[in-house]
Antibody, heavy 119, light 109 residues
Framework: QVQLVQSGTEMKKPGASVRISCTTSGDTFNNYYIHWVRQAPGQGLEWMGLIKPTSGDTSYAPGVQGGVTMTSDTATTTVYLQLSSLSFGDTAVYYC????????????WGRGTMVTVSS | SYVLTQPPSVSVAPGKTARITCGGNTIGSRGVHWYQQKPGQAPVLVISDDSDRPSGIPERFSGSKSGNTATLTISRVEAGDEADYYCQIWDSSTGLFYVFGSGTKVTVL
């Protein structure tokens, strides 16, 4: 069964950085785009951007600020989401999701990583 | 920015039919996808490309589209269908972006 395995809960102070991981299978890493989706508490889903894991090419949502960086590691078939200069508004669950064969649909999701920004 | 409009909530009695709409300017020319999200869980794809049902999704879930409105229909609603439902499209015409609707809370009475 295809899975995306995400790292655990994070608690950070304002101004800090955090890196969240999403570990995939080799087939997923080599053949699919991986996306990141944010969900603030009690809110809806917000697309943040995508990465093509094999090349590291990225595309970010227009509303995503400069403090977001997506990267990949071929050795571990893992993709990362780094958030820098965290603010209280970055408190959310962050999901990685696989795009099914470039059809614009997310067929597999990770279980999510909760990031809490608190002083 | 592109907006997909969904009703905030839909209430339905068990055994009845729930219909959730999703409206947007260019939906008619785009595939619409639907996700179910239960509290504390990740979203699950229930309908892709307007009306395709992934393996493992009950036949009670169906999708359709007319003009610029897509509809997710849940027939013979069960208590376990209570969840938030999101529509989503992919539009590359003005840049590469993926948009989610605002979500609809389905409550089973």
């Amino acid at each position: 069964q295809v899975q995306l395995v995400q790292s655990g809960t994070e608690m950070k102070k304002p101004g800090a950085s955090v890196r969240i991981s999403c570990t995939t299978s080799g087939d997923t890493f080599n053949n699919y785009y991986i996306h990141w989706v944010r969900q603030a508490p009690g809110q809806g889903l917000e697309w943040m951007g995508l990465i093509k894991p094999t090349s590291g090419d990225t595309s970010y949502a227009p509303g995503v600020q400069g403090g977001v960086t997506m990267t990949s590691d071929t050795a571990t078939t893992t993709v990362y989401l780094q958030l820098s200069s965290l603010s209280f508004g970055d408190t959310a669950v962050y999901y990685c999701a696989r795009e099914a064969s470039s059809l614009g649909v997310f067929d597999i999701w990770g279980r999510g990583t909760m990031v809490t920004v608190s002083s | 920015s592109y907006v997909l409009t969904q009703p905030p909530s839909v209430s339905v009695a068990p055994g009845k039919t729930a219909r959730i709409t999703c409206g947007g300017n260019t939906i008619g020319s785009r595939g619409v996808h639907w996700y179910q999200q239960k509290p504390g869980q990740a979203p699950v794809l229930v309908i892709s490309d307007d009306s395709d049902r992934p393996s493992g999704i009950p036949e009670r879930f169906s999708g359709s589209k007319s003009g610029n409105t897509a509809t997710l229909t849940i027939s013979r609603v069960e208590a376990g269908d209570e969840a938030d439902y999101y529509c989503q499209i992919w539009d590359s015409s003005t840049g590469l972006f993926y948009v989610f609707g605002s979500g609809t809370k389905v409550t089973v009475l």
